[in-house]
């Protein structure tokens, strides 16, 4: 049997997580374009690449012995250089242009992943870049950092209740909605 289209993708990419598509195909320019084909159809719905993955990382869950310790934060993608990519909105200034994502990774104690378990992706609005006096005055869920709280509250729903689950975040999850 064959496998899927996605996966031949994903195991040609991870070969080379540092290199561009071109060089994670190495020189196999049918695969290459097939690649692109396949992320520019209309058909293929990303949201629906994502869920398979997850069960597969809740039953990697629970056969783990122990803690699991589920890692996230924030990765911004700049694509400020590439005109013609639509949809995204300012990251870091206001001219710089691209995606926010935000995943939560499971893993052992002993730091053996075990897949991603959450993934928020998103950007800013460009109209409301810059007003951080009106910014205060949001609720939480109307805030950028709402995905933290999301982002835990998906983990604790997900993962199996019989998994002890110890979240891990850096200081931008330092949010008093999150302690609570």
């Known amino acids: 049997m064959r496998p899927k289209k996605e996966m031949q993708i994903v195991n040609a990419l991870s070969q080379h997580?540092?290199?561009?598509?071109?060089?994670?195909?190495?020189?196999?320019?049918?695969?290459?374009?097939a690649s692109y084909r396949f992320f520019d159809n209309?058909?293929?719905?990303?949201?629906?690449?994502?869920?398979?993955?997850?069960?597969?990382?809740?039953?990697?869950?629970?056969?783990?012995?122990g803690m699991i310790l589920v890692a996230q934060d924030t990765t911004y993608f700049h694509f400020t250089g590439h005109p013609s990519v639509e949809d995204?909105?300012?990251?870091?200034?206001?001219?710089?242009?691209?995606?926010?994502?935000?995943?939560?990774?499971?893993?052992?104690?002993?730091?053996?992943?075990?897949?991603?378990?959450?993934?928020?992706?998103?950007?800013?609005?460009p109209a409301d870049y810059g007003k951080a006096a009106r910014h205060k005055q949001l609720p939480i869920e109307e805030k950028a950092r709402?995905?933290?709280?999301?982002?835990?509250?998906?983990?604790?729903?997900?993962?199996?209740?019989?998994v002890p689950v110890l979240p891990i975040a850096d200081r931008e999850a330092d949010i008093y909605d999150l302690f609570v």
């Not at 060089?23 to 374009?33: E, S």
């Open 17 to 33: 997580p540092e290199g561009s598509w071109p060089d994670a195909f190495q020189g196999d320019a049918a695969g290459l374009k």
């Open 42 to 65: 209309d058909r293929v719905d990303p949201a629906a690449l994502l869920p398979p993955h997850q069960e597969a990382t809740r039953d990697r869950c629970l056969q783990a012995a």
């Open 88 to 125: 995204l909105g300012p990251i870091e200034k206001k001219d710089t242009q691209g995606l926010i994502v935000h995943s939560a990774l499971a893993m052992t104690s002993e730091g053996v992943p075990l897949g991603i378990v959450a993934q928020k992706i998103g950007t800013r609005d």
């Open 146 to 162: 709402y995905r933290w709280l999301e982002t835990i509250e998906a983990v604790h729903a997900y993962c199996p209740p019989d």
